[in-house]
């Protein structure tokens, strides 16, 4: 979810849901410890529960980095071991590590030592033609060993030669069944299971196997499937938004944002996907993507994506 799930992604997925857990895209150790703290850390109070999702793979930096995310006030420190890009592939981090569990133990030790609050880990099954469940029984089992207590499974494989991160998506097959079997050999742990899950209806039949589910594209490209989570999984009382509430929220935190000087564009480009499957949603994405409007900070242009809504819905009528 890099260049995805930044601040203004976080703000706006949080006023559909106020109970999901959220999370950073990647962050490498290397930026955090050599670049822009400010600028990869920075988030509002509003946004928690966060967690900071770090990309690394020397224990040193990896304790460096959590005890920055500590003291910017995440509540959780998460290590990939599931990206296969090949950018991480160089940088020997990533879907990489689970080949080299002794070195996940080593960083998780060390971000533990760092730290008070929790280290997590989200991994793949497999990697490249490995697909015997013995392979992430042992990762987790070993990486357990060194107090994590929480994994995150990506049910798929990661190829790290001949797939693009794209493809590694979609094309390795998802097998649930591990992930399922993992919370029954390991009980003990904290097991959530992420890939290719789209609707609360599947949400809710892993829930039946294991104790968590991560909803990573599908809750970035049709953001509204978050509005029901609350009430469903988290037996909150409130009623769930519409989507023309979440929109208002989403203008008033534009409107402060662009206030202290923030891109437009950085905001609304989150938003896209708020009425996908609703009459008018393809001009709402195509005014919201007006590079012109956006820099010059016009908040009109939510007006004006709203009105091809309101008359593509009225035309409906009228067909009918």
Known sequence: ??????????????????????????????????GDV??????TPDEAPVALQLGGSKPADLARSAKLGEQWGYDEINLNCGCPSERVQRGVFGACLMNEPQLVVD????????????????????????????????????????????????????ILKGLSPKENREIPPLRYEYAYQLKRDFPHLEISINGGIKMLDEVEEHLKHVDGV?????AYHNPYVLAGVDSRFYGAQTPVLSREKVEAGLIDYARQEVARGTFLG???????????????????????????????????????????????????????
């Open 107 to 158: 960083g998780v030790k060390a971000m533990r030592d760092a730290v008070s609050i929790p280290v997590t880990v989200k991994h793949r099954i497999g990697v490249d033609a490995v697909e015997d469940y013995a392979f992430v029984r042992d990762f987790v089992g070993t990486v357990a060993d060194a107090g994590c207590e929480v994994f995150i499974v990506h049910a798929r494989n990661a």
């Open 38 to 43: 400010a600028r990869h850390l920075a988030f």
């Open 214 to 218: 991560m909803l990573g594209r599908e």
């Open 266 to 320: 950085g905001i609304t480009q989150h938003a896209l996907g708020l009425y996908r499957g609703v009459a008018g949603a393809r001009g709402w994405r195509r005014v919201l993507s007006d590079s012109r409007r956006l820099a010059a900070g016009d908040m009109a242009i939510f007006d004006e994506a709203r009105t091809h809504l309101r008359d593509a819905i009225e035309l409906m009528r009228i067909r009918d």
């Open 1 to 34: 979810m890099m260049d995805w799930t930044d601040r203004h992604c976080r703000s706006f997925h949080r006023i559909l849901t106020r109970h999901t857990w959220l999370y950073t895209e990647m962050v490498t150790t290397g930026a955090l410890l050599h």
